[in-house]
């Protein structure tokens, strides 16, 4: 197979075509086959031939020209093709490396008629190897850390980056830090703490983000309550936890169930207890410990889904290196 580069001079073609058509796009790549048999072109007293024509310019972005080749018996001799491309937009290697592919497509279908294309090998074995390789050759030391430390760490180095995208809203960094660490303070308040569940019932918002930051910094491990879920579903989940705190808002507060677990229940409402959670400390100082300074055995919630599995498990872990416990879904 040949390559031909060209210089990209089809744009200007391409939109005329579009309004004339109305269409929005047009196909910037063609792949075309040729395999008719070559008709003769004989006029009386000529003799003719065709002669191939060549240009420096391309048609399309990505053309590739197939005609199946014959020898003089008619027996089939192959396929031959061309591959002609702008270079504006590829470079050369760029199109060996798609020619390479093309061919062993090509002769994995040959090899194996039978195999769905979807499985067939295109790379080549160094190929293969960079990808599943060295480019994942990404090992590297990290330093004994926490959730909450790595994102406060992100959040000292970029505190104007853009941390959350809500619809129209939007939360820097620094703002998400600042909101977690208030909720965090006022939580430890409430006696969350290292094994200590909290249950989060939030609608999906910038602030479903705080909360759930909130909770992890206090050291505690969240527990995640869908709205949707109905009201009983909600009573068993919080009262099989054991969850001591809930955090919610305002508008979903009568829609969900009382709970009293064990010594009672306390219920932060992250609209209308703002006044109060703003007033704590917007970094890890005051009266209470980093949270990210926990090292002990905390708890792992799972929650257990389906009609044979209808409670929540819980189970110890030591972990020494992650200062929060964690809550999975399966």
């Known amino acids: 197979m040949s390559i031909r580069t060209s210089r990209s001079s089809g744009w200007s073609r391409c939109s005329i075509l579009c ?15 040729q395999n008719n048999a070559t008709v003769g072109f004989d006029l009386p007293g000529l003799s003719t031939s065709i002669e191939p024509v060549t240009t420096t310019t391309a048609k399309f972005d990505l053309s590739v020209s197939l005609g199946e080749e014959r020898d003089l018996d008619g027996t089939p001799a192959g396929i031959n093709g061309v591959i002609e491309y702008a270079t504006d937009l590829f470079e050369r290697g760029t199109i060996e490396r798609m020619a390479g592919w093309l061919v062993r497509l090509l002769e994995a279908a040959l090899a194996d008629a039978d195999r769905p294309i979807g499985r067939l090998d295109i790379l080549s074995p160094q190929e293969r190897r960079t990808v599943l390789h060295e480019w994942n050759d990404t ?7 926490t959730l909450p430390e790595l994102f406060a760490a992100q959040a000292a180095k970029t505190p104007d980056a853009v941390a959350v995208v809500f619809e129209e809203r939007t939360l820097s960094y620094g703002d998400l830090d600042r909101r977690a660490n208030q909720l965090a303070h006022h ?10 569940v ?36 909600l009573a068993f989940m919080l009262e099989d936890a054991r969850a ?27 609209d209308a207890d703002a006044h109060h959670i703003k007033r704590q400390p917007p970094d890890h100082t005051g009266k209470h410990p980093p949270p990210a300074q926990y090292r002990l055995r905390h708890l792992y919630l799972r929650l257990l889904r389906g009609p044979e599995r209808r409670r929540s498990h819980a189970r110890w872990f030591e972990e020494c290196t992650a200062g929060n416990a964690r809550a999975d879904s399966t």
């Not at 705190?245 to 932060?268: F, I, M, Q, W």
């Open 19 to 33: 309004a004339r058509c109305r269409v929005t796009r047009c196909s910037r790549w063609v792949l075309s086959l």
């Open 139 to 145: 090992a590297r030391e990290l330093a004994p850390t």
């Open 187 to 196: 939580l430890q308040g409430l006696g969350v703490g290292p094994e200590t």
């Open 198 to 233: 909290v249950g989060l019932c939030v609608e999906r918002s910038p602030e479903m983000i705080v909360g759930l930051l909130g909770i992890l910094k206090a050291g505690g491990a969240y527990l995640p309550l869908d709205p949707a879920y109905p009201p009983d579903r």
């Open 244 to 270: 001591p705190v809930l955090v919610t808002h305002s508008a979903l507060n009568d829609r969900l169930p009382e709970h009293d677990p064990v010594h009672g229940a306390a219920r932060v409402l992250l």
